[in-house]
Nanobody
Framework: QVQLVESGGGLVQPGGSLRLSCAASGSIFSINVMGWYRQAPGKQRELVATITSGGTPNYADSVKGRFTISRDNAKLYLQMNSLKPEDTAVYYC????????????WGQGTQVTVSS
């Protein structure tokens, strides 16, 4: 079992930056993909960025060049720059094993609001 706790959300003006963190506890040795997803009000949850256990990142087109995903052992990060109002959402971290669907863990989410 893996437990995930996000932090770092908040209110920021357009053009500003935030860094989200996700701390994992429990056994993560079988986790091979980690990622950030977001869900805005009235919309479906969408992928923001993922990173493999080997360090290969993948980004949604909407955040390419502005967001950077990284990991450090049991911690996952999302550096968000040049934030836009449309980035406003609850951000969730996800740790999973792509070969074992039961190993799919989510954090509780952290709110990011981009507004002047």
């Amino acid at each position: 079992q893996v437990q995930l706790v996000e932090s770092g959300g908040g209110l920021v003006q357009p053009g500003g930056s935030l860094r989200l963190s996700c701390a994992a506890s429990g056994s993560i040795f079988s986790i091979n993909v980690m990622g950030w997803y977001r869900q805005a009000p009235g919309k479906q949850r969408e992928l923001v960025a993922t990173i493999t256990s080997g360090g290969t990142p993948n980004y949604a087109d909407s955040v390419k060049g502005r967001f950077t995903i990284s990991r450090d052992n049991a911690k996952l990060y999302l550096q968000m720059n040049s934030l836009k109002p449309e980035d406003t959402a609850v951000y969730y971290c996800n740790f999973r094993n792509i070969y074992k669907s039961v190993q799919n863990y989510w954090g509780q989410g952290t709110q990011v609001t981009v507004s002047s």
